[in-house]
């Protein structure tokens, strides 16, 4: 843990926050089998054990005020102040003031005695007959026996942001890693997603690269976020974490590339207002003149001619050239500034659908792109995007022999092509585009 890094100084405070004091006191250690069988020391290396780690913990009685006369009976098999014999000295050990969390023997079934737990030597003694003995708690359970509901943290968020970015103030009261890591230390699998529906300044992705690197976890992330400072702040963090941990001022402490490396794709979803604004009418003459009455009104409230079966959330007619699709969408003032869309991955998500291949190619001079994937019930999907800006009829006649020829080698249930082709059997994606937005 670098301490620098975190914007702290090493002193009374942050001694407080030391990452290791949870664990400190595991500090005893037994020879046990893989299943947690308590081996002897001279046995061990025949046995192939292995280290497990543990602290002394408190047995006693969880209240005072819950003991009952039975368990103050030295007569009753619930009595609590029995005296356990030392290992060494074979002199009486003295009970927990509020008396032992056990009985000396079992007696039921499914009942736990102090005499079982010595059997498997989950009682630690003292050097002598003085101590009360512990219970061993071990180092595998830390993420159940150590947790509480206060985490106390003093690290600098800012300043460690400040490292990374390199100027200050590019997102308020940023968390520091110490504590999500903290957090996803203890609720997380070793693999899987983290998802913060909240990303602010990407403290959750920070955090993931570190417990990945420092552990054996394999987790991704997925951060969702409002904030425009997603292309300031949380995008630049994810790639400078990416290329290496140590910044400093929003520079490389060293050449090194020290970092895990990253691929990692992030989306602008269209905003309601941006969807309505991109609305494509076909208005007949008995409604031009409403239609430009309301020409100036942004964003385009016509909820009369958006429910008619001429209108369309998506321009097909702009879809003879797939990749150059653009959507109008707002800059803080207007609706004058465009975005490019990627219609490819925005039609695979609208379908549901499992990519396992995207095959690029030329083909006559244009370009062509083959998707090929399953849908949740398992039928096997093709679909074909293809540029049929000025086509002619000789234009489709090639484009059948093309496509007859490559569709061989993708074996589907369901053909989506876009535009107009001369196949059977295949569906416009202009139509699903079409359908599946109005409804």
Avoid at 94 to 114: D, H, M, Q
Avoid at 162 to 169: D, K, P
Avoid at 290 to 313: G, H, M, N, V, W
Wanted: hydrophobic share 35%.
């Amino acid at each position: 843990l670098e301490i620098e890094a975190l914007g702290l100084e090493w002193n009374d405070e942050t001694k407080k926050n030391n990452p290791w004091k949870g664990i400190k006191q595991y500090k005893y250690a037994d020879y046990r089998t893989k299943k947690g069988e308590y081996v002897k020391p001279e046995d061990a290396r025949t046995k192939r054990a292995v280290i497990w780690i543990y602290r002394e913990s408190d047995p006693s009685w969880p209240n005072a005020n819950t003991l009952t006369a039975e368990h103050k009976d030295p007569d009753s098999t619930e009595y609590r102040f029995y005296q356990p014999i030392h290992p060494v000295t074979k002199k009486l050990c003295p009970a927990p003031s509020r008396g032992w969390l056990w009985k000396n023997k079992r007696t039921e079934k499914g009942s736990l005695s102090f005499l079982e737990m010595l059997e498997v030597s989950l009682i630690s003694f003292g050097v002598d007959e003085k101590k009360i003995p512990q219970v061993k708690r071990f180092l595998d359970n830390v993420t159940s026996d150590v947790a509480k509901s206060v985490i106390t943290d003093f690290t600098d968020g800012e300043k460690e942001l400040a490292n990374l970015i390199g100027e200050r103030g590019t997102f308020p009261n940023p968390k520091p890693t110490t504590i999500i890591q903290s957090l996803i230390s203890l609720s997380a699998k070793n693999s899987g997603y983290i998802l913060d529906f909240f990303a602010g300044s990407g403290t959750t992705a920070h955090s993931v690269f570190r417990i990945n690197e420092v552990g054996d976890k394999k987790l991704s992330f997925i951060l969702n976020e409002l904030g425009g400072h997603m292309y300031k702040t949380i995008i630049p963090r994810i790639k400078k974490i990416a290329y290496t941990f140590d910044w400093k001022t929003g520079k490389p402490k060293d050449d090194k590339m020290n970092g895990l490396g990253v691929f990692f794709k992030y989306q602008r979803l269209e905003q309601y207002e941006e969807a309505l604004e991109n609305i494509s009418f076909t208005v007949s003459k008995d409604t031009t003149q409403k239609a430009l009455a309301f020409k100036e009104y942004i964003p385009k409230y016509f909820l009369e001619f958006e429910t008619r079966d001429s209108q369309s959330l998506v321009n097909t007619e702009a879809m003879t050239d797939p990749w150059a699709y653009e959507l109008k969408i707002w800059d803080g003032l207007t609706y004058d500034t465009r975005q490019a869309v990627d219609l490819v991955e925005t039609f695979n998500y609208l379908i549901g659908l499992h990519m396992q291949k995207c095959i690029t190619k030329e083909i006559n001079s244009r370009k062509y792109q083959f998707i090929y994937g399953s849908t949740n019930g398992g039928k096997q999907v093709l679909v074909v995007w293809r540029s049929t800006r000025n086509w002619h009829a000789k234009d489709y006649e090639a484009d059948r022999s093309a496509l007859t020829e490559e569709m061989k080698a993708f074996p589907h249930d369901l053909l989506y092509i876009n535009g107009q082709a001369h196949i059977e059997g295949y569906e416009p994606i202009e139509h699903i585009f079409k359908n599946k937005m109005v409804s």
